[in-house]
């Protein structure tokens, strides 16, 4: 038998992919639009045209936002119909201001889309800012070609027919960048919970891991974490020297929680401070 051949098709060839577990570190942001379901349990989902155009363009306008604030270097990002999610890997060779920037364009995100809901008198976004492991286990997509039989193909390395005629589309995705993100179950865990565990309104709330690595990365680079409470605001600072800060935080509420065993402190972000102004002079307020 030529060794060519030796899988009966790609697919085989895919799912036989010994298991290696790339265990990484990410940021992750999750924001979607409170009460986005309310109209489908209205109308016992089955929606008049009216109601699809308002959908529509609710999700237009906040896709079109958060496509104004990609940062396509350190991010990949993702859309769930009303859920909005960016991560950005932790990388040896990325400069940690980039990682303060794309901070920067989460917050910007949640406020640009919280303004243009109260402008139309809609409910908003709640965002949720986490860190923590992402473990890339299996495959990232199946392709159709993968289900085509090597037998029936000259060389098995190359695109069937088939697939050359339809455009060889995917089948089944499971991005890498998102499988097992515990980083993105905890944002969207911590969503879900909502009011009744603290998690109130149209606010962005940054959970306890994303300053655990702050913490982390300061003595990595040599440098000092500024944590001071004043007035029942807490400010947390990723110095960098000379009035500039990697990244910093302004925290107005401080939020325990307690479920299935799981024990964090969510806070509610008031202000910003990005990577490339002084913390003197400018503070990026959250909506």
């Given amino acids: 038998m030529n060794d060519k051949y030796f899988y009966s098709s790609n697919l085989r060839k895919k799912m036989d992919a010994p298991?290696?577990?790339?265990?990484?570190?990410?940021f992750c942001f999750w924001s979607d639009l409170l009460g986005f379901g309310k109209s489908f349990f209205e109308h016992q989902w089955n929606?008049?045209?009216?109601?699809k155009k308002k959908i529509y363009e609710r999700l237009q306008m906040s896709h079109n936002i958060f496509l104004n604030h990609i940062t396509p270097i350190t991010e990949t990002s993702l859309v769930l119909n009303d859920g909005l999610v960016k991560v950005a890997r932790i990388k040896?060779?990325?400069?940690?201001d980039l990682y303060g920037f794309y901070l920067r364009e989460c917050i910007l995100t949640h406020n640009d889309i919280k303004k243009a809901e109260t402008q139309q008198q809609l409910p908003g976004p709640r965002s949720v800012l986490t860190f923590g492991e992402q473990i890339e286990y299996i495959i990232p997509d199946v392709k159709l070609d993968d289900f085509v039989y090597n037998y029936t193909k000259k060389d098995p390395n190359q695109l069937s027919?088939?697939?050359q005629t339809t455009g060889?589309?995917?089948v089944v995705y499971n991005p890498a960048p998102f499988q097992m993100n515990m980083a993105f179950s905890k944002a969207y865990t911590l969503d879900s919970l909502g009011k009744k565990h603290g998690l109130e309104g149209s606010h962005l709330y940054v959970e306890q891991s994303v300053l655990d690595f702050s913490e982390m990365l300061a003595k990595k680079l040599g440098t000092t974490i500024?944590?001071?409470?004043?007035n029942g605001e807490r400010t947390f600072l990723l110095e960098k020297g000379n009035d500039y800060v990697y990244w910093g935080f302004k925290f107005d509420a401080e939020i325990p929680i307690t479920y299935k065993g799981w024990n964090t402190t969510v806070y509610r972000l008031k202000s910003f401070f990005p990577p490339d102004e002084k913390i003197t002079e400018f503070e990026q307020e959250v909506e």
Avoid: D, Q, V
């Fill in 168 to 170: 060889n589309p995917t």
């Fill in 92 to 96: 040896e060779e990325t400069h940690p």
């Fill in 47 to 51: 929606l008049p045209i009216e109601e």
């Fill in 161 to 163: 027919k088939l697939a």
């Fill in 226 to 230: 500024t944590n001071t409470t004043n």
């Fill in 19 to 26: 298991f290696e577990a790339k265990t990484r570190l990410n």
